[in-house]
T-cell receptor, first 112, second 115 residues
Framework: EAGVTQSPTHLIKTRGQQATLRCSPI?????VYWYQQALGLGLQFLLW???????NRGNFPPRFSGRQFPNYSSELNVNALELEDSALYLC???????????FGQGTRLTVV | AQSVTQLDSHVSVSEGTPVLLRCNYS??????LFWYVQHPNKGLQLLLK??????LVKGINGFEAEFKKSETSFHLTKPSAHMSDAAEYFC?????????????FGKGTHLIIQP
């Protein structure tokens, strides 16, 4: 059974540009979560989607946004990129209200 | 409010010797506790989870952890370390039901295995 898959693996963008990260959850999972792992800041919750709806968002500015598609895959968009957005972005999936999740390999975003 | 403290930022052991990674938690409710492992340039892999069943939890790759409410601890152990165990380990707590948005991660313990 395939796990959570993320693309691309690495992404290099210039400050001010937009980045789009993609995630495919484990088959049967309806919830998708996005976490940011920045150097020195640890893992921080970004967004939670379930059944196409945003369920919760962490303490991040509105330029971090996303969506979930009917097939439960998800996209994270980061607009007006700043240098401090450089981080590993992890996607996770679970059944609704499972309380925990399976994580993907992550997308390493570098803003130069 | 919930929090988790991983008592060691780095742990170094020799191959074949026991591993102990320490984790203390703080929670207002009956928590769920997890250990995740992250190998270099990889995502997070769930090692084991405690969700109010047996207090001794067995995970993958020979790891286990014991939930001790009186000590508010959830230490991770393995009888014999292998070179492939070298990685970053995260203790995670959740004290409410619902989604995985409520996970609080520790700062991580870097496990080094000496040959």
């Amino acid at each position: 059974e395939a796990g959570v898959t993320q693309s691309p693996t690495h992404l290099i963008k210039t400050r001010g540009q937009q980045a789009t990260l993609r995630c495919s959850p484990i088959s049967g999972h309806t919830s998708v979560y996005w976490y940011q792992q920045a150097l020195g800041l640890g893992l921080q919750f970004l967004l939670w989607y379930d059944e196409g709806e945003e369920r919760n968002r962490g303490n991040f500015p509105p330029r971090f946004s996303g969506r979930q598609f009917p097939n439960y895959s998800s996209e994270l968009n980061v607009n007006a990129l700043e240098l401090e957005d450089s981080a590993l972005y992890l996607c996770a999936s679970s059944l609704l209200n499972a309380g925990w999740a399976f994580f993907g390999q992550g997308t390493r975003l570098t803003v130069v | 409010a919930q929090s988790v403290t991983q008592l060691d930022s780095h742990v170094s052991v020799s191959e074949g010797t026991p591993v102990l990674l320490r984790c203390n938690y703080s929670s207002s409710y009956s928590p769920s506790l997890f250990w995740y492992v992250q190998h270099p340039n990889k995502g997070l892999q769930l090692l084991l989870k405690y969700t109010s069943a047996a207090t001794l939890v067995k995970g993958i790759n020979g790891f286990e952890a014991e939930f001790k409410k009186s000590e508010t601890s959830f230490h991770l152990t393995k009888p014999s370390a292998h070179m492939s165990d070298a990685a970053e380990y995260f203790c995670v707590v959740s004290d409410r039901g619902g989604g995985a948005d409520g996970l609080t991660f520790g700062k991580g313990t870097h496990l080094i295995i000496q040959p």
